[in-house]
C-alpha cells in the first residue's frame, strides 16, 4: 500500500459539501412556508385537520365513525369499552349530520331524541351493531393511536370503519401489520442480525467453516419442511373451525403459501445437489476472508453505522420535503353517502396542489438527487473503509497481523477515507446518482402520460428498453466503482486513475477473478438463506402462538418478516463479500508488484488461489496444507523477484507503488 497519501478528487468533495448547503438552504426556506400537518394530520368530516386548524385545535385525534373513512376529532382515545346496550350520548362519537336528525324529533329533550334514535338506526337485538347503513355514531370502543388516529383493539371490528368491504384482504393485511409491528421489527432485525454475525463469525475460524456452512444448508431445508408442516396444520385447523371465523381468502392464502414454500423446498434440493463441489470451493474462499475479519471482529458491524448514517440524513430530509410538499393550496375532496333515501355530500379531506411560483416540484426533484447521492456515498465510505481495512491486513507481514491488526486498524480506515479518499467516493457516488435519478425520470414520464398512450405496444417497448439499459447502466457502475474503491485503498489514486487502473487488472486476470469472486457468493448465500430461514421460522412459530387471537392470519406478518431478515442479513453478508473481492484484487498486486510472486500471501493463501483460480503454478511449490494445519512458510516473508521491469533487490517485501 502507498505510505504517503494525498487528498484525491477534492473538487468533487468539495460539490457534494455545497450539495449539502444549498439543500439546507431549501429545506429552510420550506420550513418557513410548509407546514408538515397538513399532510400528515388526520382529518374529519368537516375537512379540519385534527389539533391544526382553529375549529378542532384542541382535538388532535381521529374517532371513526362510519365505513365511509368518515370520523370525528377527538381530544384522546378512549381507553375502555362502553356497553354496546348504552342509550347515553356521552357514550358515543358522532357525525355533526346528527344534531339536524335530533332537531327533528319535536318535543323530546335532545337526551331523549338521542335514544330514540340510537335505538332506531343503530340496534339489532336491542343492541349496538356494527355497519348499520343509517347509523351516523359509534360507540366508544377501547384503542390506541397510530400516527394519531385511534385504532380500535379488536382488530376485526376496526376493518369495517377503513374499508366498505370488511372481507378486503388488503384491509386484513394491513391491520395486521399495525398489530404485529414489534415483533415483525424484532424478529426480522433482530434475530437475522444475530444469526448473520454468528456465522460470519463461525466462518472465521479454522476447520468450522465447513461444518458451518452445511450446517446451515441443511437446517434452511429442515426450517423450510417445519415451517410448512405448521402452515398446513394451521390451515386444516381454520377449514373445520365450527363456526367457520376465517374466511376463504384466508385460508386459500395460507394453502397457496405453504404451496409455494414446497415448490421453492424442492429447487433448493436440486441447486444444493448440482453445486455441491461448487460450494466447497466458495467455503474455502469465503474463509480466506474470514482470516482478515477475525483480526478486526468490529468490521461486521460498519453496516450499524451506515444505517446510523442513512438515519441522520433522512431525518431532516424527510422534514425538509413534507415542509415543501405542504407548500401550496389545498383543495377539497368530498364522498357523497345516502341516508334515509337522500343523497349528501360531504367534505372529508383535501389534495394538494403545489405552488407554481416557489417552483415546489423543482425543488422536490432536487432533493430527490441529494437523497441518492448522499445514500450511495455512505454506502461507498462504507465500502472503501472495509476495503482498506482489509488491504491493510493483506500488505502486513503475516507474522505482525497479530500484533499489529486489530479493532483500530478499522477506526484509523475511517480516519484515512474521510481524510483522504471521502472525493473519490462522492465522484463514484454521483455517477450511480445520476443513472438513478434519469431511471426516476423515466419512471416518471411514463407514470404521467395519457393511459391510452401508455396502452400502446410500442410505448411499453421503448419504456422497457430504456428502464433497462439505465438498469444494466447502474450495474456496471456500481461494479466499477466497488473495484475503484479497492484501487484507491491500495494505492491511493483519485476515481477515473483507479477505474482505469481496477478495468486492466480485471481483464489481465479475468479467469481467476470471475471464478472466484463467482463461488465466494455461494457460501454467503447460504448465510443470508440461514439468516432469513431462522427469523422467519421463529416469528411464524410466536406469531400461531401468543398471537393466535390477534391478528386474522399469519401469512402477511410473516412474509415482512422474511423481507426485512433478507435485507438484514444482506448488509452484513456484503461485508464478507467486499473482503473477498479486497482480498483477491490485492493478491493481483502483491503478484504484480513483486516478480509474480504473492509475497504477502501464505501457503494457505497461494495454494487455493492456484488450485481454483485458473493459473498455472509457477515454480515456487508451496506445501499443500489442511483447513487445520499451520503453513510451514507462511509465517515468514517469501523472497520475492523484482517489481516487473525494475532490478532486483533481494528480499525485500515490495508493496504495490502509487503508479
Known sequence: MVEKRGTTDIIMLLLIIAMWVTMSGVGGDAVKRGNIYRLLGPINEQGS????????????????VVSLGLGVCVKSCPSQNVTTVSTVSSDYYC????????????????????????????????????????????VKRASHSVFRRCVFNNLHVYSQYVDQKATSYMTTFMTDIIAARNVIFGFGFAVALVSAFLFIYLMSIDCLAWIVTWSCIFSVLGLMVILIGLAWTT????????????????????????????????????LMLCMCSAINVAIKCVELASMAVREMPF???????????????????????????????????????????????????????????????????????CMLWTMNFIAGIGSMVIAMAVSTWYFTEPVKR??????????????????????????????IAIVQFCRAVALYMQKHTTEAFRAQCWVKVVFCCIN?????????????????????????????????????????????????????????FVGKLFATALATATSYYYFTGAYQNQLHDFVAPTILVAIIAWMTATMFMDVMQMAVDTILICYISDEESNG????????????????????????HTHSK???????????????????????????????????
Open 299 to 369: 468490521i461486521v458491524l460498519s453496516p450499524i453505522l451506515q444505517i446510523a448514517a442513512f438515519v441522520v440524513f433522512m431525518i431532516p430530509l424527510v422534514f425538509y420535503m413534507l415542509n415543501l410538499a405542504s407548500d401550496g393550496e389545498f383543495v377539497p375532496v368530498t364522498k357523497s353517502y345516502t341516508y334515509l333515501g337522500v343523497t349528501k355530500t360531504v367534505q372529508v379531506g383535501k389534495t394538494y396542489k403545489p405552488n407554481e411560483e416557489n417552483q415546489v416540484g423543482t425543488k422536490l426533484w432536487f432533493l430527490f438527487f
Open 596 to 619: 509474480g510472486k504473492a509475497v504477502y500471501a501464505d501457503s494457505k493463501m497461494s495454494d487455493f488461489v492456484t488450485a481454483h483460480g485458473e493459473i498455472k503454478p509457477d515454480s
Open 95 to 138: 357525525l355533526d349530520a346528527v344534531n339536524d336528525i335530533l332537531s327533528s324529533y319535536q318535543g323530546a329533550t335532545t337526551e331523549t331524541a338521542f335514544g330514540m334514535y340510537i335505538k332506531s338506526y343503530c340496534f339489532t337485538n336491542n343492541q349496538y351493531t356494527v355497519g348499520m347503513p343509517s347509523c351516523l355514531c359509534n
Open 468 to 524: 433497462c439499459c439505465l438498469a444494466c447502466m447502474e450495474c456496471c457502475l456500481k461494479f466499477i466503482s466497488k473495484n475503484a474503491y479497492i484501487q484507491t485503498a491500495i494505492h491511493g489514486t483519485g476515481f477515473m486513475t483507479s477505474c482505469k487502473s481496477a478495468f486492466f487488472t480485471i481483464a489481465r486476470n479475468i479467469m481467476r477473478i470471475g471464478a472466484l469472486a463467482t463461488v465466494s457468493g455461494m457460501a454467503l
Open 402 to 431: 497479530g500484533p499489529d491488526i486489530n479493532n483500530m486498524t478499522l477506526v484509523r480506515s475511517y480516519g484515512t477515507v474521510l481524510r483522504f479518499h471521502a472525493g473519490t467516493v462522492a465522484f463514484g457516488s454521483l455517477l
Open 625 to 659: 496444507c489442511c483447513c487445520c494445519s499451520t503453513s510451514s512458510s507462511g509465517s515468514e516473508p517469501v523472497p520475492s523477484g523484482p517489481a516487473p521491469g525494475t532490478p532486483a533487490t533481494g528480499t525485500e517485501l515490495v508493496k504495490p507503488a502509487n503508479t
Open 49 to 64: 385537520i385534527c389539533g391544526i386548524d382553529p375549529s378542532v385545535a384542541d382535538t388532535k385525534y381521529f374517532y371513526p
Open 235 to 270: 390451515t386444516k385447523k381454520w377449514a373445520s373451525e365450527v363456526p367457520q371465523e376465517h374466511t376463504t381468502d384466508q385460508i386459500n392464502a395460507l394453502k397457496a403459501f405453504c404451496i409455494i414454500m414446497f415448490v421453492l423446498s424442492c429447487i433448493y434440493v436440486c
